[in-house]
């Protein structure tokens, strides 16, 4: 329950429908149940339509999100935050969805928010074949200046980035 809240929190932030994603179990003895919910679901996303169209994004926008998004959620930091949100609710004892899915809202609404705008700063670094000016960064991310340079000069500390006078690229490792 706790993974279907997280997906769909971040479907939410990068700007798609939480629809398109649903997890659902079924066991091996409940083949009706099964093909009720593929035939469901299936039917749920032939009305919202194709990936973005429903958005209203174009094509480029929706690379870009999903590139940001799959960067998001293959952090650490990311998975570490939701290994303690996990933690926290076994403790709590209480597992019903709406349960999980509150916290998720409000745990995880800080981590994602600040995960997304990092992994579009790498998705922009790495897309560029030269080094980048922090305006320009900004311009693409939807950032602010302060905000890129704030994470650039940490991850120059961290070895991550290249400063070559007032451009900056990813160190490849």
């Known amino acids: 329950m706790g993974v279907n809240a997280l997906v769909k929190k971040v479907l939410v932030e990068v700007g798609f429908k939480p629809e398109r994603f649903n997890l659902q179990w079924a066991s091996a003895a409940e083949a009706p149940r099964f093909v009720k919910l593929i035939t469901d679901f299936t039917r749920q996303i032939q009305e919202?339509?194709?990936?973005g169209e429903a958005e209203g994004f174009n094509p480029g926008q929706i690379k870009q999100k999903l590139e940001d998004a799959l960067e998001l959620v293959s952090s650490r930091k990311l998975r570490v935050s939701f290994g303690n949100l996990t933690k926290n609710s076994r403790k709590e004892g209480a597992f019903t969805q709406e349960f999980i899915s509150n916290l998720v809202d409000e745990k995880m609404t800080d981590p994602i928010s600040s995960g997304l705008i990092e992994a579009g700063l790498i998705?922009?670094?790495k897309g560029s074949k030269s080094p980048v000016a922090v305006s320009a960064l900004a311009k693409q991310?939807?950032?602010s200046t302060e905000q890129i340079e704030k994470l650039l000069t940490t991850w120059l500390k961290?070895?991550?980035v290249k400063q070559s006078g007032k451009k900056w690229a990813l160190?490849?490792?």
């Open 123 to 125: 998705t922009a670094l």
């Open 158 to 160: 961290q070895e991550k």
């Open 171 to 173: 160190i490849e490792k």
């Open 48 to 51: 919202i339509g194709p990936l």
């Open 141 to 143: 991310t939807g950032t």
